[in-house]
């Protein structure tokens, strides 16, 4: 018990340590549409969205929905609760993560050791830094972890406590996100080898049978209502995606083939020697412009299946060396199943998205962990000589060491990024607040800039359109409903959307080309009168307020 509380508080005061300075970070995209959905529904956003069979499979996400309405509901654009939030189920994932890695290699020290691979892990790092994604994936990894510690301790026991257990916190791991699914073909295997492996006879339970009947059935009606819904314009492989079936057949297979060397060696590497390698190569591509795309998305794929095939020879002699092979049966399906909730995931490049590695990290830290052992345990046979195994020791650990910082290093460039982008986003915000505190009942907002972010005519550094963004910032501060019809119609969400409307007696218009504004007050649509104006200077991160300039232009 004591050694669990340490270890607990170990990997906790490391965590907060890596990372640190996310407290001083802001929203970043899906956080703003979060509580603008939030301040218009209300108490209703944990269940609004899908069909009744959507709920029934849990595909709204409640729990997470639930977590969103305490977190970003009750603490409007503050961040220190959501950063409290993120840091303590890393270090939760982190400590089951060591009860599963002790449960197979047996020794306090590599389990920690291996563990902090997964703490460290620059690219799945984007679970724990994105607030939009972490409320459902970080608590959904504790109870896929939870449900796989008791499930085993079912098999050793057959107590049925124990599987009741593990139905429970699979289920309530669904509530968060759908991650856990892959969970329904793990167990009914892992319980057939595991009689063969420790018992030498077949045995398959009708828990079993239930549980694979169960999770094929619930796989099918998401596949159709997944595969036959999209379109070729999203980022998930439907039926309208050229060659959509082979497309997943295909993902199922190089998905976590590729990421075992992605999950190992971060982006921050593969992506500028993939950009080398083209240069090299095929610096033909060059002038044309293509060599960008060519490099992230064929090259950086070369690369990641030629480093995984590297990895994987020496991960399997030491693992095959072990005499005890049930970890392996186990742990090797837990990392190819758990990439199934992905396959449908067209990838932005050659790497999925970040948050998407959280989970398959767990397994593939089991793997090493088993890898270090055989290699260790090799090592101590071979030579008995403490003169000769000591500097084996020692530079096998300054590797270890030097490949932890060199991925803390990763992250803590990521978290300087968002600070600094934060620092200037809430600069900005709080001066069109100053400037103009209160939105008016027909309000037009005009902002035009030095610089275009991310698109162009976007003037101001942020992920999503800037009109929804005043539109939540205006409804808390000034608590006022009026603004929800806007805030449930999206249409400001997306970049680069301008326009004005009215709805039940507000009206309400966002515009960055004088142009569009010019039209709209030549339609009739408002007055001139209405319209507030800003200028954004980026390299000095100011707004001015520049509405009686604008006013007598028009």
């Known amino acids: 018990m004591k050694r669990d509380v340490f270890i607990i508080i170990f990997f906790f005061a490391i965590i907060l340590f890596l990372y640190r300075d996310l407290i001083q970070t802001f929203y970043q995209q899906d956080e703003w549409h979060t509580l603008g959905t939030l301040r218009a529904e209300g108490i209703s956003y944990i269940f609004s969205g899908p069909s009744l069979t959507g709920l029934l499979l849990l595909e709204n996400r409640p729990l997470a929905r639930l977590t969103n309405l305490v977190l970003f509901g009750q603490f409007p654009l503050n961040i220190i609760p959501l950063f409290l939030f993120s840091t303590f189920f890393h270090t939760i994932n982190s400590y089951l993560l060591y009860k599963i890695a002790y449960r197979f290699i047996r020794n306090h020290f590599f389990s920690a050791l291996v563990v902090l691979f997964f703490i460290f892990n620059a690219t799945s790092k984007q679970a724990v830094l994105w607030f939009g994604a972490s409320t459902g994936t970080l608590p959904a990894v504790s109870f896929i972890l939870l449900s796989i510690l008791f499930f085993l301790n079912f098999l050793h026991s057959k107590k049925t406590f124990y599987l009741i257990g ?176 992905f396959i449908v995931l067209i990838k932005p490049n050659g790497y999925l998205e970040s948050r998407y590695y959280y989970l398959p990290a767990a397994p593939l830290v089991l793997i090493i962990g088993m890898g270090f ?152 649509k408002f007055k001139k009168e209405n319209i507030t104006a800003f200028r954004y200077n980026s390299e000095k991160n100011e707004i001015y307020d520049i509405t009686r300039e604008i006013q007598k232009k028009l």
């Open 166 to 341: 593990s139905v429970i916190t699979l289920s309530i791991s669904l509530g968060f996100k759908e991650n856990a699914l892959f969970l329904f073909l793990l167990f009914p295997f892992v319980e057939f080898v595991y009689f063969i492996s420790k018992k030498n006879k077949v045995k398959v339970s009708r828990f079993s049978f239930f549980f694979l009947f169960l999770g094929i059935l619930i796989f099918v009606l998401k596949f159709l209502s997944l595969f036959f819904t999209v379109t070729s314009n999203t980022r998930y492989i439907g039926s309208e995606v050229s060659g959509g079936l082979l497309r997943l057949v295909w993902a199922a297979i190089t998905y976590p083939f590729e990421s075992l060397s992605q999950i190992i060696i971060p982006g921050e590497i593969i992506f500028p020697l993939s950009r080398k390698v083209t240069e090299i190569i095929f610096p033909y591509f060059e002038p044309t412009g293509y060599a960008g795309i060519i490099s992230e998305q064929i090259i950086v794929e070369f690369i990641s299946v030629l480093a995984a095939s590297l990895f994987i020879l020496p991960i399997l002699f030491f693992l095959f060396s072990r005499k005890e092979k049930w970890p392996i049966i186990f742990s090797f399906p837990f990392y190819l199943l758990a990439f199934i909730p």
């Open 373 to 524: 052992q055989g290699f260790f345990g090799g090592l101590k046979r071979i030579t008995n000589n403490i003169k000769l195994s000591l500097p084996i020791y020692s530079v096998t650990l300054f590797l270890i060491g030097f490949y932890l910082i060199m991925n803390a290093g990763f992250i803590q460039d990521q978290i300087s990024f968002l600070k600094e982008r934060g620092a200037i986003q809430r600069h900005i915000l709080s001066e069109i607040l100053v400037k103009h505190p209160i939105i008016a009942q027909r309000e037009v907002i005009y902002i035009e800039s030095d610089h275009s972010f991310i698109v162009p005519n976007n003037p101001l550094p942020f992920q999503n359109g800037i009109g929804y963004t005043l539109l939540v910032v205006y409804a808390y501060k000034n608590n006022t409903d009026r603004l929800n019809p806007f805030l449930l119609d999206n249409f400001f969400w997306k970049l680069g959307n301008q326009g004005y409307f009215e709805k039940n007696g507000q009206g309400f218009g966002f515009f960055t080309d004088l142009t569009k504004l010019k039209e709209e007050i030549a339609n009739e």
